[in-house]
């Protein structure tokens, strides 16, 4: 069983900056693809950004430039760092771990807020 912890959440202004982390139980992590989501009030969850086991990543239109999702795997940690926020960054973010044989996980969430 995979247990996936969200932390850094809070409130900036516009133009500042904030790095999430995502801690992994279990044994899976370093050959997993981790992803950031993120969700508003009324919308569907959406992709902010994944990466890969081989450190592969992508990224949603709208972070791109802005935000740089990476892991630690000795850690069993993953990040999201998310620079030039703005009020559309608005949501509660999610980490999901995915492994290739089907098997997906989702923290609880972190909610970030970006407001003058």
């Known amino acids: 069983q995979v247990q996936l912890v969200e932390s850094g959440g809070g409130m900036v202004q516009p133009g500042e900056s904030l790095r999430l982390s995502c801690a992994a139980s279990g044994s899976i992590f370093s050959v997993s693809t981790m992803g950031w989501y993120r969700q508003t009030p009324g919308k569907e969850r959406e992709l902010v950004a994944t990466?890969?086991?081989?450190?592969?990543?992508n990224y949603a239109d709208s972070v791109k430039g802005r935000f740089t999702i990476s892991r630690h795997n000795a850690e069993n940690t993953a990040y999201l760092q998310m620079n030039s926020l703005k009020p559309e960054d608005t949501a509660v973010y999610y980490c999901?771990?995915?492994?290739?044989?089907?098997?997906?996980?989702w923290g609880k969430g972190t909610l970030v807020t970006v407001s003058s």
């Open positions: 999901n771990l995915h492994h290739r044989f089907g098997l997906d996980y």
């Open positions: 990466i890969t086991s081989g450190d592969t990543t």
